[in-house]
């Protein structure tokens, strides 16, 4: 009696059933079809059912399925015989994964039957045939994934983006037989969300905000990820650089600069944005063990080559040089060269028309900025007083036995979590302000004097003065031979707004004529 109780423990099976979309489309292979075939030779073989697992609209191309998790975890803690499932390519539709559920089984004690295959045993034959199921169910997926891929740039040869909209739009279905199958699901513009989008670009094109101002902005007037959080700095790039908000679709080997989606902006905003994106990244360096002052400023006069820099350990003293592979035979000691640079900043001041400019537009940029602190630090406070309130009354709820203790508790717990978020906002808005004073204090101190305030600047800071003064140097025998200002400072040196307190004897421009070559950057600038 024993004997047959244990053996009946023993026959126990689980029935695992997958189906995607595209299975549904092409063989009309239903989750429950799967279920009652499966159960059905389960109970004829014997088996207790302990658990129908299901996954449902998921890929056989990945193991990270809920389901196909649970079977995994129940066949390593020994807890099943046997799995029932209709194909092979309804555990794996990948060679590799295949084999390594085959494996999972084998050593766990485990059988697979197959409803519409032959059920194989350890032999070599049949490993032989188990490996030929797995390739060829590759195979069928690899085909089903060319064909979505030529289903999907066809899409977009036609001007339609086929994919998921992005942030301000969104997909629609049009039920239109007038129109072609590729023009049924549209992304057209989203009433809530694409206004926010907008207002994005135009705050970034005043110059006078960063992407974290932008994040903040956009989250007080309501745009949310789907989760209901704050969009990412990241993900604001991403939306910043999208040319599909001026009608472009981008899309494998697609390359369409004017889709049939409606326009969020016009190009002239679009491309003022791109043009300061480029501005804040054109002499940013790669993350690097050591990191150089000068990288991406400094040129061979001789070869019009990047110069580079290495530390030579065994003299502990940093060198730049150039990267020809002849070479010129000059190291150049760090400390020297961006000495050499620095007194470059001795050479040039602002007008006193100038200064009085600047000091009046960050007087005015601050006081806006300090209003729109004022008006954040408000909100976070009256949403605090809004939650705590609330946790007020659920506690004489509590009290007056109106909700219950797993009421409260669940209560308390979501108030809390969205204090804390607020709390966290406030501390964050604070360093905002501590960084918008001292930013201001920084251009208030550069506009009066530009060797002080870039002597005394920390090294990132100084990468940017660089690029506001200067595009590159020129370097050859140790000496700057000639030094190329910016675009922009090139353009204050023609309105007279800044000039060189002595004549520039490394002045590129001089040999052409000064105002010749400053006009011709200007024009070009623009």
Known sequence: MNKEKEEIKKKIAVIYCRVSTQDQADKGLSIEEQERLCKEKAEQ???????????????GGS????????????????????VFTVHSDRIARNTENYLYLRALFRNNDVELFFIQLPNLDDSAGSKMMDS????????????????????????????????????????????????????????????????????????????????????DILYEKGLRTKYGKKLTYSRLYDVL???????????????????????LMDKELFYSVQRLLTMKNGHLCRRRK???????????????????????LNKRIGYYHCTNRNGCGKY????????????????????????????????????????????????????KTVFELKRKSAEDKLLANVITDDDFRRIKEEINEELESLNKRTIELEKERRINMDVAQEVLNLSRNIYDTYSK??????????????????????????????????????????????????????????????????????
């Open 45 to 59: 073989a014997g088996y207790s059912i302990l658990a129908i697992i299901k996954d449902e609209g998921k890929s």
């Open 63 to 82: 193991l990270k399925r809920a389901g196909m998790q649970q079977l995994m975890k129940l066949s390593i803690e020994k807890k099943i015989d046997a």
């Open 132 to 215: 030929m199921f797995a390739i060829v169910n590759q195979y069928q997926r690899d085909i089903t994934s060319d064909k979505v891929t030529m289903t999907m740039e066809g899409k977009a040869r036609l001007g339609y983006f086929p994919a998921l909209a992005p942030l301000g739009y969104k997909n629609i279905t049009r039920l239109d037989p007038t129109v072609e199958r590729a023009g049924q699901k549209i992304v057209v513009k989203d009433p809530e969300v694409a206004p926010l989008v907008k207002k994005g670009f135009e705050l970034y094109a005043t110059g006078n905000f960063s992407v974290y101002d932008i994040t």
């Open 241 to 263: 650089r999208n040319p599909f908000y001026i009608g472009e679709v981008h899309w494998g080997k697609v390359h369409l600069k004017e889709g049939k989606h409606e326009h």
């Open 290 to 312: 050591y990191q150089w002052l000068l990288s991406g400023f400094l040129r061979c006069h001789t070869h019009q080559c990047r110069y580079t820099a290495e530390y030579h």
């Open 332 to 383: 150049v000691e760090v400390n020297k060269l961006e000495s050499m640079i620095e007194d470059k900043f001795k050479e040039i001041e602002f007008s006193q028309k100038f200064i009085d400019l600047v000091i009046e537009k960050v007087k005015s940029v601050f006081y806006e900025r300090r209003k729109l602190y004022d008006d954040k630090r408000k909100s976070l406070i009256n949403q």
């Open 457 to 526: 600047a920390p090294h990132n800071l100084k990468r940017h003065l660089l690029a506001f003064f200067w595009e590159k140097f020129e370097i050859k025998d140790e000496v700057i031979i000639k030094s190329y200002p910016s675009l922009l400072f090139a353009e204050l040196l023609k309105l007279e707004q800044a000039f060189y307190k002595k004549p520039n004897r490394e002045n590129p421009y001089e040999s052409k004529g000064f105002s010749t070559i400053i006009n011709s950057t200007a024009l070009s600038s623009r």
